[in-house]
């Protein structure tokens, strides 16, 4: 039997935080001065070129801005930011993400609608197209690319091209699928795209961060419900030197340049992307033979993170969990309401031995 002992006492089969390699926490280790060049032009500058390269060709066209706190925070910011007072967003939610961006918009008082379809089940493009020709009032639209409540991708490509002909401002919750799975913003027509240092990139949890197209985000100016939270105002300090307006998670900050270097280093996006890919594959197809069926069929599933059913109604979960943990893995609960489920991550530093190794202690357990 696969004994597990590497310098972490398990890996992290999660949607982030996630298991990062012993360089990203090494690169902690170290302080750093938020007033210096050497930190703010060096590090942090360096980020944010690299960042618009990874989501464009049309660098000139892009910004982004990086914000502290976990990927809600920047998600809230988009929207108090980006939605002027005569807006209207339609959030469009098929799991507990987009419902937290409708939570958002309620807390924040914007002028919102919600289109909600079932939690296994993708927005279709039909009724996106009605909405919008139904409320004529709708100027921004927002979507979560891959829904982590179930490991779905959603139809991006679809959505995307039915956004546009409307003329509507997009916003994408990219939080689990930016640096993992391949996209161009201009392709789609993604005014804003968020995502955290935390997911794909690899980075460890600490801040977040808001690619825009430069026009919108000028547009942004005054529009703010929150001072902490304000995407504009955090964007022109960041732009003239790199300083944050508030302290700076200067540890994570680091350990996210480290972890940038490891994803140019593995081959950019489309690497690590096949390597998740491969990681889903064997996963999926080794439950399947232990007696594991996964929720969600095989076109709408992401290789972030993916679903699995209960095998039989007396399945424990938590004595699976503590059993699998004790083995060196740490798996996830579900999160939807139809079906009693588990989650395992395909993400982070996991490759395809330890899947299979996975696979052999899920073997043993059962």
């Given at each position: ?20 390699s012993?360089?990203?926490?090494n ?48 998600v809230e910011?988009t ?20 419902d ?77 699928s ?30 977040a ?44 900050v ?23 890919c ?19 069929p095989k ?7 993916t679903s ?5 109604a007396?399945?424990?979960f938590?004595?699976f ?7 060196g ?23 395809p ?14």
């Open positions: 039997m696969y004994e597990f002992i590497p310098d972490n006492p398990y890996l992290l089969l999660t949607p982030g935080p996630l298991s990062t012993k360089s990203v926490r690169a902690l280790l170290r302080d750093w001065c938020t007033w210096d060049a050497d930190y703010n032009e060096d590090i942090v500058q360096n980020i944010r070129r690299r960042l618009i390269a990874l989501a464009s060709k049309k660098v000139d066209d892009y910004t982004v801005v990086l914000m502290q706190g976990s990927g809600s925070f920047s910011a929207l108090g930011s980006a939605i002027p007072k005569n807006g209207k967003l339609l959030v469009i939610s098929n799991g507990a993400y987009g937290r961006m409708a939570q958002m918009a309620r807390v924040l008082k914007l002028n919102y609608t919600i289109y909600s379809c079932q939690e296994t089940e993708a927005p279709k493009p039909d009724v996106l197209e009605r909405l919008l020709n139904e409320d004529q009032g709708i100027t921004h639209v927002s979507l979560v690319h891959c829904e982590t409540t179930t490991g779905m991708l959603n139809p991006l490509s679809e959505l995307s091209s039915i956004i546009k002909a409307h003329g509507k401002i997009f916003i994408l919750d990219a939080m689990s930016f640096g993992g799975i391949p996209l161009d913003m201009a392709d789609y027509g993604i005014d804003f795209l968020i995502s955290s240092s935390n997911k794909c990139i690899q980075g460890v949890p600490g801040f961060f808001v690619l825009a197209k430069k026009e919108e985000l000028l547009k942004c100016r005054g529009n703010v419900r929150s001072l902490c939270l304000d995407l504009y105002d955090q964007w022109k300090e960041m732009d003239k030197s790199g300083k944050w307006r508030y302290t700076s998670p200067t540890h994570i680091r350990a996210f340049y480290q972890a940038m270097d490891e994803l140019e280093a593995e081959g950019g996006i489309p690497a690590r992307y096949k390597r998740y491969e990681n889903q594959r064997i996963l999926v197809q080794g439950m399947s033979e232990l007696g594991f069926k996964a929720l969600l076109e709408l599933q992401s290789p972030i993170i699995f059913l209960y095998p039989k007396e399945f424990n938590n004595a969990y503590k059993a699998a943990k004790q083995r893995y740490v798996l996830y609960p579900g999160k939807i309401s139809q079906a009693d489920t588990f989650r395992i991550g395909n993400i982070g530093e996991v490759y031995v330890d899947m299979r190794r996975l696979l052999e202690v899920v073997g043993a357990i059962f």
